[in-house]
């Protein structure tokens, strides 16, 4: 084989790969062990854990939700478990159907007219927008907001690098915690504006102020949407005038699993269909009138020429976003709206709890939904730290890692799961500490 491809070893295979991190001695691993020690293992390890639950305020993209009982059950059947892409209808009906209701839930969630299958997850479904809106306008240029979450732009970053799309970052309110457009020429010949909201400091951001501007200037407004519950307290992005409406829908039954699977949301204007990336499943009739449904559109590159692809992703979150469908199903509207309700409340006790110890203000005026900033006397890293290992409570997110100029910022987040207890507890383990 390295004859054939013009090759003397098979070291030549790697040459693109620095020299300094190429593996030259073996995986620093643990021997194998029978499945009788590893069970023994797993078990002492187990035996370790001081609690069942820590109570946590961590968000930032990943929302600990709770979801009901019947989400696993539904799609742990083996019909859901082991469904393939669905490229013959014929036998592929009911996969079909759930996808179909997905995007319908979409739709109605973000008040947009068509939405596709589902993405990889909130990140790379913005970066997807990004390239869309290139496509749409013809326009290179990229304004987006400073408030978006540091990793979304890193993954847009990635995806545009090499696309000739340049990204312009917008002005940071520091008083109100929003995104600040006072520059009249920064929009000038960009193809989107890119703004968060509920956006990563928790702010909520004014969308048809910013629509206007976008729509003023000729670029489309995308809106990106981290913590999906928000959907049922917040006026929706469409309403707001959105071209293009990207989520992380992780919060809609879909438990954090360290980090994953999630599923990414993808909604637009009817008339942007043919731009969106992945695939998008409507209903036909066959010629006795009955309703089946189908791959409406697929523009990848698996379907039709790469070229012509608006998108290489080659599949959905199938399942994952099977379980957002059967928790949106079951929650419905008046369920939605309630844990929303739940979360802004408990988050407004939170800051205001909060606020009130020597010490610790809210740098940020701006409307919240479930999270917020929080400005201590002492660097948050540590507090966070001390609070953990003292009190047994996850406190937030210090933002220095991602901020190095916050260091005494953090980021706390509160869902339906936080009791008035743990809130109290977690104050009163901010006030022993300082």
Do not use: W
């Not at 968000?59 to 600990?64: I, L, T, V």
């Not at 109605?108 to 390239?131: K, W």
């Not at 942007?272 to 409406?296: C, I, N, S």
């Amino acid at each position: 084989m390295l004859a054939k491809v013009g090759l003397n070893s098979i070291e030549e295979l790697f040459t693109s790969i620095p020299e300094d991190i190429r593996l030259r001695a073996p995986l620093n691993v643990p021997h194998a062990l029978s499945e009788l020690e590893m069970l023994a293992r797993f078990e002492e390890i187990a035996g370790r854990n001081t609690a069942a639950r820590r109570p946590s305020f961590l968000g930032a993209g990943a929302y600990a939700h709770y979801s009901p009982t019947v989400v696993d059950h539904l799609i742990s059947r083996s019909e859901f478990f082991t469904a393939y892409t669905p490229y013959q209808p014929e036998i592929s009906q009911g996969t079909l159907q759930a996808i179909f209701e997905f995007q319908t839930l979409c739709c109605q969630l973000t008040g947009m007219e068509v939405a596709n299958a589902s993405m990889y997850d909130g990140s790379t479904a913005l970066a997807e927008a990004v390239m869309m809106s290139e496509r749409i306008t013809r326009r290179s240029r990229v304004v987006v907001s400073p408030a978006v979450h540091p990793e979304y732009l890193e993954v847009v970053q990635t995806y545009v690098q090499h696309a000739g799309i340049e990204l312009v970052r917008a002005e940071f309110n520091e008083g109100t915690g929003q995104t600040d457009l006072t520059d009249d020429a920064i929009l000038n010949d960009a193809a989107a504006l890119v703004v968060q909201s509920p956006n990563f400091f928790g702010s909520i951001e004014n969308l048809n102020r910013m629509a206007d501007r976008a729509h003023q200037a000729g670029a489309l407004f995308i809106v990106c949407v981290t913590e999906s519950i928000s959907f049922g307290l917040l006026r929706s992005p469409g309403a707001c005038d959105a071209d293009i409406v990207v989520a992380e829908g992780q919060s809609f039954g879909v438990p954090v699993s360290f980090g994953g699977p999630f599923v990414g949301l993808f909604a637009t204007r009817e008339k942007y269909a043919r731009q969106m990336p992945g695939r998008l499943v409507g209903t036909a009739f066959d010629k006795e009138g009955r309703r089946g449904f189908v791959l409406t559109l697929a523009t990848r590159e698996q379907h039709i020429r790469r070229e012509k692809a608006t998108s290489n992703i080659c599949t959905n979150q199938g399942l994952v976003a099977l379980a957002a469908t059967v928790y949106l199903t079951t929650m419905g509207r008046r369920g939605i709206e309630e844990v929303a309700t739940q979360c802004a409340q408990k988050a407004a006790y939170a800051a205001r709890r909060i606020s009130a110890l020597d010490g610790f203000s809210l740098p940020y005026s701006a409307p919240r939904f479930n999270e917020f900033v929080v400005c201590g006397p002492q660097a948050a890293d540590g507090l966070l730290r001390r609070l953990a290992e003292e009190r047994n409570i996850t406190g937030g997110l210090a933002l220095s890692r991602y901020f190095p100029d916050k260091p005494n910022d953090f980021l706390v987040c509160c869902t339906e799961m936080n009791t008035r207890a743990e809130i109290d507890n977690l104050v009163n383990g901010l006030s022993s500490l300082i």
